[in-house]
């Protein structure tokens, strides 16, 4: 019996063992494929967000490739160089600072003279028909002739400013006509080319070196150095109008503000080779139009050399107002005062959930798209009512799409795995979407910042032809430049035109009547010119 009992109690120390090591096998079994498992599901996220990536780098790299730094073109450097000390200067040659008094006097520049077959007008300047003196009549003595060139849509000419000397035949005083107020004092362009060449490179992206080889096939000598200095000096000349822009456009109830890179050239590094730093062009802009106002739109452009919070805070210390925006944490700043609310843009949540529906075609991502595109359907029918007309209309048919959009996203953020792409766009959705929600009591407010977005689109397009900027002086005077002529564009006003009429004044025009010069104001005695002449027909 012992021996049995022995046998048995073996046998079941036996079986108890191989079951206790087949639980711990089956535990690593279990454990081993849950850490396989989670490996799997790591993986696939990781495949999924590059993906998501590779789409991105696709359309954004698609295309001829831009030209690189090593194959910028030397006139590129000198013109956004000789712009900038153009800015610095300023227009005021009257005082020399300590700095060009060190330097000895430089010989004045020979220009060639212009074509002979170009179109030549004549204005004579005289001081009068009688001496101020005596009363006595005059007798000519000389003649100063003054040549101006002027550019005509289509054509140059060369305006010639005669002012004859004149001497009285009683008591001999010798007197003469002053000469007319210029864009800019001792140059020999006139306001009209002026405009002609900033337009070009602002508004066409054309760059002065470009503009310079066509003046060459009309047998014009402009340098790209001059065209450059004559660019420099006529923006720090029309700074006072962009500051006038600046303030129209913090003084609305709602700003559309965003900002994109410029490269800023960096002199004197890298062995002799100049190199690039990221800098920025801010854009803050005003459009009532969606909802009748007569406020004309306007947009206002700032350059900074880093996109650091303490631009965009120094840029809007005076508003007070709703501003609808991206989700930089910049803008941050802004908000904490208190004076600027933030108004998120739909667009860029919509953006979310497209680039995840084009990389793997979810319905849940395409349902988010189709609801979005329902608030837009409302705004569609909003459009150029009154503020008050618009908030009944967003409460009544947007806010129940508004809330129902919300409630939704949260019940699929809890039915899907949180790493993936659709899980970051649902997330970005609902911390954006209660910043977005101030529109539905607002009828001045817009459901998105694509105002910005297209404000921004010029300095994107001229980017690709003048490659970066020169210096931080150059950068402003970009500014002031894109200011002027994208509010032009904005109030559909030729901005060449209206740059024309205003350099024309400007240096005689008083500082603190400068809302005469305003876009808008140009507009209206333009109006009031042609209603004039269709009476005069109609008569």
């Not at 009992?5 to 063992?17: D, I, K, P, V, Y």
């Not at 494929?33 to 789409?55: E, K, N, V």
Request: charged share 30%; net charge positive; aromatic share 8%.
């Amino acid at each position: 019996m012992s021996l049995e009992a022995e046998l048995l109690e073996s046998s079941l120390t036996n079986a108890a063992e191989q079951k206790r090591l087949k639980s711990v096998m089956q535990s690593e079994l279990v454990a081993e494929r849950t850490a396989h498992s989670l490996s799997i599901q790591s993986r696939d996220t990781i495949i999924a967000d590059l993906r998501l990536q590779l789409d991105g780098h696709k359309k954004h790299r698609f295309g001829v490739r831009s030209e690189s730094l090593d194959q910028l073109a030397l006139e590129l450097v000198l013109e956004e160089h000789e712009i900038a000390q153009a800015a610095e200067t300023g227009i005021d040659e009257g005082t020399p600072t300590a700095e060009q008094e060190a330097k000895p006097p430089r010989a004045p520049r020979q220009r060639k003279p212009f074509p002979k077959d170009l179109k030549r007008t004549q204005t004579r300047l005289t001081p009068g028909d009688a001496c101020a003196e005596c009363g006595g009549s005059f007798k000519e003595l000389g003649t100063d002739v003054m040549e101006e060139l002027e550019y005509v849509p289509g054509h140059y000419i060369v305006n010639q400013i005669i002012r004859p000397r004149l001497a009285c035949t009683c008591c001999e005083t010798v007197t003469q006509a002053e000469v007319p107020s210029r864009p800019i004092p001792k140059s020999f362009v006139g306001p009209a080319l002026m405009a002609h060449i900033l337009t070009c490179k602002y508004g066409y992206h054309l760059p002065l070196y470009r503009q310079s080889q066509i003046f060459t096939n009309q047998s014009i000598d402009l340098s790209g150095s001059l065209l450059s200095s004559w660019v420099g000096k006529s923006t720090k000349l029309l700074e006072r109008l962009s500051d006038a822009i600046r303030d129209h456009v913090t003084d609305g109830k709602a700003i559309f503000m965003d900002d994109t890179t410029v490269k800023l050239l960096e002199k004197g590094k890298g062995r002799g080779k100049n190199k690039t730093k990221t800098a920025r062009l801010w854009v803050y802009a005003r459009d009532e139009r969606a909802w009748s106002s007569t406020s004309p739109p306007a947009v206002w452009y700032q350059f900074s050399t880093s996109r650091e919070a303490k631009h965009p805070s120094k840029h809007l210390q005076s508003y007070e107002g709703f501003a609808h925006a991206d989700a930089y944490a910049g803008y941050n700043d802004v908000y904490r005062t208190g004076r600027v609310k933030e108004m998120a843009c739909m667009v860029h949540i919509r953006r979310e959930f497209v680039k995840v529906y084009d990389s793997y075609k979810l319905p849940v991502a395409k349902e988010a798209i189709n609801r979005i595109a329902d608030l837009y359907g409302v705004e569609k029918r909003a459009r150029g009512k009154s503020p008050a007309d618009r908030v009944a209309l967003r409460q009544k048919d947007a806010k129940p799409i508004f809330d129902d959009l919300e409630d939704w996203l949260r019940t699929q953020l809890n039915k899907i795995s949180a790493k993936t792409p659709l899980a970051k766009a649902i997330r970005y959705a609902l911390t954006r979407l209660p910043k977005a929600r101030p529109y539905l009591d607002h009828g001045f407010l817009e459901l998105d910042n694509n105002t910005a977005e297209r404000a921004v689109r010029p300095v994107t397009l001229g980017r690709k032809n003048y490659l970066f900027m020169g210096s931080e002086a150059g950068g402003k005077s970009a500014a002031i430049a894109y200011t002027l002529i994208e509010t032009c564009k904005l109030n559909k006003i030729n901005p060449e035109a209206w740059l024309a009429w205003v350099l024309e004044r400007i240096q005689d025009h008083p500082a603190n009547r400068i809302n005469e010069l305003m876009p808008w104001q140009y507009q209206a005695i333009i109006d009031v010119q042609k209603n004039k002449v269709e009476a005069k027909t109609e008569a």
